[in-house]
């Protein structure tokens, strides 16, 4: 007589055999994207102090819905040009920007992430969905808009691959590479220009302009 295979068997060891599958080609994933983020970052140069955001506090309101605290918020490159405007109001009362950043041998790459609002000033971490995410204006048509004129295609686009990773608009383990800073923007006074630099040490400042 002839053996007959399980069913329920066949069926159990084909979605093993799939998950093996997903698992490892998951593993290669994370492998080549860590490899080519690191190739990218050591063909870059390390920029010493650099200016992200001109910000504009224009004032709070309330109402029976919640406080709301509205801004204009400007995204510049490393030539200080201005690559996105941002104006709108968000609920809270005071406002924070999150950075990220990632470290390769001895290189830092810093990115502005989103924008949000809080009820107090120790509030960290609001609910993602009110958050204002700023990687859409600098990163476009493979490129990171952050280096500018005088860049090359070619670095922007290295550059792209970096803020990909930093932001996680790829899903992949960041493998202790990724670091976030919340910069509070509660002492900026209203109308007002600030702007939001990384100075040579690596800090991150708000200075009055």
């Not at 201005?82 to 950043?101: C, D, H, P």
Request: glycine share 4%; hydrophobic share 40%.
């Amino acid at each position: 007589m002839k053996n007959r295979s399980d069913p329920k068997k066949v069926i159990t060891d084909f979605i093993v055999s799939l998950l093996s599958f997903a698992a490892i080609v998951y593993i290669l994933f994370n492998i080549y994207t860590l490899y080519s983020v690191w190739q990218a970052s050591r063909s870059l140069n390390q920029i010493p102090q650099q200016e992200f955001i001109r910000l504009m506090v224009y004032g709070s309101s309330s109402s029976p819905d919640g406080n709301t605290i509205s801004a204009s918020f400007s995204i510049v490159d490393t030539n200080g040009n201005e690559i996105a405007k941002i104006e709108r109001s968000w609920t809270g009362n005071y406002l924070a920007v999150e950075f990220a950043q990632v470290e390769f041998d001895g290189k830092a790459f810093l990115f502005p992430t989103s924008i949000y609002g809080k009820e107090r000033i120790m509030q960290t971490n609001p609910a993602w969905k009110k958050k204002t995410s700023l990687e859409k204006f600098y990163d476009d048509n493979r490129q990171c808009l952050l280096l500018g004129f005088g860049s090359t295609f070619d670095e922007r686009h290295e550059l792209y691959k970096i803020a990909r990773f930093a932001t996680r608009k790829i899903p992949v383990l960041s493998f202790g590479r990724v670091s976030e800073y919340s910069m509070d923007l509660s002492s900026c006074k209203i109308n007002r220009f600030y702007s939001i630099q990384r100075t040579t040490d690596g800090n991150l400042i708000v200075v009055e302009l």
